[in-house]
């Protein structure tokens, strides 16, 4: 529909100042507010970062339903470790097939939820041997220290859409995350930076004994500390207060991963 009337058009879109990234040093001290006048508005900086895109709006539908060029031009990543794809993009070509024509020939198709299953499953660094150990790579290249033993155990495993249609499946350790995948070691957060002399993802590479995000700091939360369980007996005295006719239950239960910081991570 949009022939004659959208062709390649040059979008201007922000881009958020993230952490785990050089940005995240953009306002070391304290945040200014540019909407204030309380400093000058400047990209990547106090403001967000401004970035030119170019739509090929008569290509939305190729492109939506098949894989992009660019995992193999400039890679993947996260947790400042770049991966290279071009294996895991030739195996994809094998497995989704290809387009057969216009502007995303050749690409990898992305047409069912299977294809979008399996390309997650090949890219993710805790996967198969391929992206498990690129990820592994990357993290020797960054901290000059050798940590291929992490997926020498699982050397050649891929892991395909119906494998896991089967059963549970266990992954590779990835230096992208900080537990281990070990038949001897619970996954637990923080073990690989113990053991293996990973980094923290802090600005020193260090445990942080201080936050000095303004709103933590309004809190009066800009130190780590302890936090001992709560006494369920106490509980009592309000369970049934609203009821909703429903049973209830006090759990007391306590999860070694980052999930509580997600939400505080994605508001900031």
């Not at 198709?109 to 150990?133: F, H, Y």
Request: with cysteine; aromatic share 6%; charged share 25%.
């Amino acid at each position: 529909m949009c022939v004659g009337h959208l062709g390649k058009e040059t979008d201007v879109v922000t881009l958020p100042i993230q952490h785990d990234s050089a940005a995240e040093m953009a306002q070391p001290l304290d945040v200014k507010d540019w909407k204030k006048g309380e400093c000058d508005l400047i990209p990547g900086k106090t403001a967000p970062h401004i970035i030119p895109v170019e739509r090929d709006y008569p290509a939305t539908y190729e492109r939506f339903t098949s894989i992009g060029p660019l995992l193999e031009t400039i890679g993947n990543g996260g947790e400042r470790h770049r991966l290279e794809h071009q294996s895991e993009m030739d195996l994809l070509r094998k497995l989704n097939y290809t387009k057969a024509e216009g502007p995303a020939k050749g690409q990898p198709k992305l047409e069912t939820a299977i294809d979008a299953a399996e390309m997650i499953l090949t890219l993710a660094p805790g996967n198969q041997r391929s992206g498990g150990g690129e990820s592994v790579a990357s993290a020797e290249r960054d901290h000059g220290r050798e940590h291929t033993h992490l997926a020498l155990n699982k050397e050649g495993e891929k892991i395909r859409f119906r494998d896991i249609q089967a059963q549970p499946r266990k992954i590779i350790s990835s230096p992208t995350w900080s537990g281990l995948e070990d038949e001897h070691v619970s996954y637990n957060a923080g073990y690989t930076n113990v053991h293996e002399l990973i980094p923290w993802r802090t600005l020193t590479g260090r445990q942080s004994l201080y936050q000095d995000h303004q709103w933590m700091r309004d809190f009066g939360e800009s130190l780590l500390v302890y936090r001992p369980p709560i006494d369920t007996r106490s509980v009592k005295a309000v369970m049934g207060e609203k009821s909703n006719g429903k049973p209830e239950k006090a759990l007391n239960f306590l999860t070694p991963h980052q999930k509580w910081g997600y939400p505080l991570d994605l508001q900031r």
